[in-house]
């Protein structure tokens, strides 16, 4: 399965940004979609994901300020991004939890990600 991540940019704090990333490969089922990203020098943090049933997690960081939505019958995920602010700057990632055509369930590899750039 191969993951394609867009929409990221450069915007000043307080700006906004929606990214939008699509699965394709075997897939026959989607169980969720999130974003994750990574901060220079950091390790990756999730920062949103939701799931079938609509259900979504976010990281304390970006409740209020960021939505994540899904499309699952064209394998993508989304993430409004408002308010932004100089600390979430990271490549931003998107991932998958999805089964295949035989049943089984992989979490999939990471794709190239999006840069994120917010200035002060």
């Known amino acids: 399965v191969q993951l394609q991540a867009s929409g990221g940019g450069l915007v000043q704090a307080g700006g906004s940004l929606r990214l939008s990333c699509t699965a394709s490969g075997d897939i026959d089922r989607i169980s969720g979609m999130g974003w994750y990203r990574q901060a220079p020098g950091k390790e990756r943090e999730l920062v949103a994901e939701?799931?079938?049933?609509?259900?979504?997690n976010y990281a304390d960081s970006v409740k209020g300020r960021f939505t994540i939505s899904r499309d699952f019958a064209k394998n993508s995920v989304f993430l409004q991004m408002n308010s932004l602010k100089p600390e979430d700057t990271a490549v931003y990632y998107c991932?998958?939890?999805?089964?295949?055509?035989?049943?089984?369930?992989?979490?999939?590899?990471w794709g190239q990600g999006t840069q994120v750039t917010v200035s002060s």
């Open positions: 991932n998958i939890d999805y089964y295949n055509r035989y049943g089984e369930r992989y979490f999939g590899s």
């Open positions: 939701i799931r079938t049933s609509d259900m979504t």
